[in-house]
Structure formats: C-alpha cells, structure tokens
C-alpha cells in the first residue's frame, strides 16, 4: 500500500488513523444495522456522514457479514433514474466480490437483463445501459428488492441524500418505497440526509409512509478538543508542528464543518515544509486559496437566486448567526424590504438549503459560501 502524503484527507476513503472520532456514532451505527434496524442520519452536507457510513462499512463485523451498498442519489431527478443508480450500484459492487450474485443478478432483473451488454474478458454481462432502457422503473425496482431479499448475505443499502426522493415528479414514491423496504427480511437500510426540515418531516410527521420506521440519528460536530488535538497529533506524527489555538481558529472559523477543516488543513499541511510549523499566515493562506477556487461556482450560485433572497442571505452572512430576522432591528440594519417579504424569502431559502435554521438562529448552510459572500459583498 502506498504511504500517505497529505493526513488530511478530502476525497475517497479514509483509513482508521486518519478518521476523526466518531466513536460513539460509529458504534451506534453497527449496533442499529447489526440488530437488524434501518437508520436515518441527519447532518449537514460534507459533515462527515458519508465517512461515518463507509468507515463502519468497513468494519469486519459489517464487510465479512454482508453485502454493503452506498448511492448517492443527490443528482437524481425521478424514480427511473433512482432505480437505475441503485441497479447498477449493486451490480458493479457485486461484480469483483462474488460473480454467484452477480450472475443471480442478471436473472433475477428480468426487465433490463436483455440489454446489458458483455465483457469478453470476464465472461459477465455489463451495466452498460442508459436511462431510457428502464422502460417501467416501478418494475425493475421490484426486482432489484426481490434480488436483495434473495442474497445468500444480509445486505445494507445506504442512500445518501434520500430527502430527494421527495422532490421527483412521480405522485407516492415515498409510500411505494416504503411498501418495498418494510417487505424485506434480508436487507436493512441507512437513510442518509442533509435537509435537516425535509428529512425530519419525513420520518417525524404521522402523515408521512416514512414515520417512525426507523433510528434516528443527527450528526453534530465533532467535539472542538478533540478535533484539534486530532490535527495536532497529525502534524505531530509527519514532523511537523501547529499550535493548538491555530487549529482551535479554523475549527471555529468553519463551525466545526468537517469538510471544509480537512480542506483548509490539507492545503495548509502542503504548504508546511518538513521540520516547521504551519502558521496562521500559512492558514490563513490556504483558507484565500480555497475561496478563490470556488469563486466560478459561487458566482453561478447567486446568479440563481433572486434579489430578494440574495439581500436577505448577504444579511445572514454578515451577521453569521441570524437573530429575529423579521424584527424591524434586523431589517433597518440590513436595509431589507418587508417582514413578510424577509419571511418569504427565508422559506425559500431554507427549502433550497441556502441557509439553516436551529431554534430561530439562521446561518449560511455552507460556510465556505458565507466567507466568499462577507469577502466580495460587504
């Protein structure tokens, strides 16, 4: 195995040295799946439930036991393409780990088996099939959870972003999900979100199919003294050194957002030579870096928001922390429209995920998004 160069780690999977606590989640994570319960985790985007999933994916108690399934469906638009990414994550995940269930896959999924193509060298047919050959999705998904059920190893699907499902076109997909998952005796599921209202309402209102079926659980911060000593300790063990209030800094800077602490420290650990510290100018650097690499993408985000909404996100990027939003205090000092108008446009912007809401305090959801608007708009 190829020695790590950066102990930040950003993008694909993160080994147990450079994963961060989650101690107690992780352990809540396999005791629910182990016991034959679905799950739901709650956190904001790149919070670190996709780790969390995958880390404890690969814990032998749950590798050497069952057949594991991530998807993620934030990019999908209907039912057809949900069961056109969960049919070919499961047969791609099974294809290199057992050709017994990846031949059992082909037979069971009648519907589209016609139409995937054939690879000389393996012997096996490839999922090699677009959208438009799932002719009846409502079927083939009904074969993909028949074949689930069928496996000869309990599996684990994990859906990340399921509150999209909500947002397809197709009337009822909830309650036809639901109908599927609550038949099945060998499979059990983690339902991943980071909408915190939508995924709430969906597994908390009685009127929903999804109510009270399954754990909860909502994935805070990681607890600052341990994140930073976790830093320290990185450092540390590549010869190089940080300050615990440096790494305490960018911890608050960012909230505790996992994601963008890993990204800021990644860049700063490449630029600390071997044998020197990494110092706040050295940080602060790397944070400017960051901003200026999704200035493009930034730009194109506000050019999607409407004038109203955009007054009242820059006003909520600027205060960090949003207070009484509707008051005649907070309206006065942003110079904003209406309460009702400030009201609509906070519905909207919740609804969209621009901002976040916890017991009446507003917040730009993505934090890196807040520092790129306070340091071009102020």
């Not at 991530?70 to 047969?91: A, K, N, P, W």
């Not at 009648?110 to 012997?123: A, C, Q, Y």
């Amino acid at each position: 195995m190829s020695k790590v160069k950066n102990p930040f780690i950003v993008t694909g999977k993160i080994d147990a040295e450079y994963f961060c606590d989650r101690v107690t989640e992780s352990a809540r994570v396999i005791k629910t799946i182990t016991n034959e319960n679905n799950l739901v985790i709650i956190s904001p985007r790149r919070m670190g439930k996709t780790g969390l999933i995958q880390f404890c994916f690969d814990k032998p108690e749950i590798s050497e036991e069952y057949y594991t399934f991530f998807i993620d469906i934030l990019h999908t638009t209907s039912l057809r393409e949900f069961t056109y990414v969960l049919g070919r994550t499961i047969y791609e995940t099974l294809l290199p780990n057992s050709k017994k269930m990846a031949s059992l896959f082909i037979q069971t999924i009648k519907s589209i088996s016609g139409k995937l193509g054939f690879d000389p060298v393996t012997n096996m047919p490839t999922f090699n099939i677009g959208l438009g050959d799932i002719e009846k999705p409502e079927y083939t998904l009904d074969e993909i959870f028949q074949y689930l059920d069928e496996a000869d190893k309990p599996c684990i699907v994990a859906i990340d972003e399921f509150q999209q499902i909500a947002k397809y076109p197709e009337k009822n997909i909830e309650a036809l999900l639901r109908t599927h998952i609550q038949r099945l005796r060998n499979c059990n599921f983690i339902f991943a979100g980071s909408e915190r209202h939508m995924m709430q309402e969906m597994y908390t209102s009685s009127a929903r199919p999804f109510y009270n079926s399954a754990d909860l659980l909502v994935l805070n911060a990681i607890a600052p003294d341990i994140y930073t000593e976790f830093i320290c300790n990185l450092f540390a063990r590549r010869n190089r050194s940080i300050k615990q209030e440096n790494a305490a800094w960018v911890y608050k800077r960012f909230n505790g957002h996992t994601y963008y602490i890993q990204r800021t420290f990644n860049e700063a650990y490449a630029d600390t030579a071997e044998g020197t510290e990494c110092t706040r100018e050295i940080i602060e650097t790397a944070i400017d870096t960051i901003i200026a690499s999704n200035d493009t993408l930034f730009r194109e985000i506000l050019s999607n928001i409407p004038e109203k909404q955009k007054a009242l996100l820059y006003a909520i990027a600027k205060d960090h922390e949003a207070k009484g939003i509707t008051s005649s205090e907070f309206i006065k000092r942003h110079s904003l429209p209406s309460a009702s108008s400030v009201q609509s446009a906070a519905k909207i912007l919740l609804e969209k995920d621009y901002i976040t809401e916890t017991q009446k305090v507003y917040s730009v959801t993505d934090k890196l998004f807040a520092m790129w608007i306070n340091k071009n708009f102020k």
